[in-house]
C-alpha cells in the first residue's frame, strides 16, 4: 500500500517497524520529499500494532531486513540512508502459523 501511495502522492513514502511499541508504521515528511527524512517523517498516514492481531508477533531474530523501506514515486524501493539495498525478510509468528514478508533488491514484496 505504501508504494501506491508513494506513487500517488509523487513523494516518497516510508514503512517503519518499532520495535518498541511492536507497531508497523507508513509515514512521509509534510514537506521535505529526500529520502533520508521519510524514514522519520512526522505524518503517520497508517499504524497497525500487532497487538491488534492476537498472539501475532515480529520474529526480529528471524527476520533479516533493516527495518524499515522508502517507496519512492518511480514505484522504486530504498533503505532510509538512500541505498538501493532493501532486500530481506520479515517473519511474522502467532506461534502456529509463521509467514514470512519477502522484500527483493528490486522492490518485489512476496509472502511465503
Do not use: M
Not at 520529499?33 to 498472539?55: F, I, K, M, N, P
Not at 538501493?84 to 509472502?111: C, K, N, Q, Y
Amino acid at each position: 500500500q505504501a508504494r501506491y501511495e508513494a506513487i500517488k502522492r509523487n513523494a516518497p513514502v516510508a514503512v517503519v517497524y518499532d520495535a518498541d511499541a511492536d507497531r508497523f508504521e507508513t509515514r512521509l515528511h509534510p514537506t521535505d520529499t529526500s529520502v533520508t527524512v521519510t524514514c522519520t517523517g512526522s505524518t503517520v498516514l497508517l499504524a497497525r500494532d500487532a497487538s491488534e492481531y492476537r498472539g501475532v508477533v515480529v520474529d526480529e531474530a528471524a527476520s533479516t531486513w533493516s527495518g524499515a523501506v522508502v517507496w519512492l514515486p518511480s514505484g522504486q524501493g530504498r533503505a532510509c540512508n538512500g541505498s538501493p539495498s532493501i532486500g530481506g525478510d520479515i517473519v511474522i509468528t502467532d506461534g502456529r502459523t509463521t509467514r514470512t514478508v519477502e522484500l527483493t533488491v528490486g522492490g518485489r514484496v512476496s509472502i511465503r
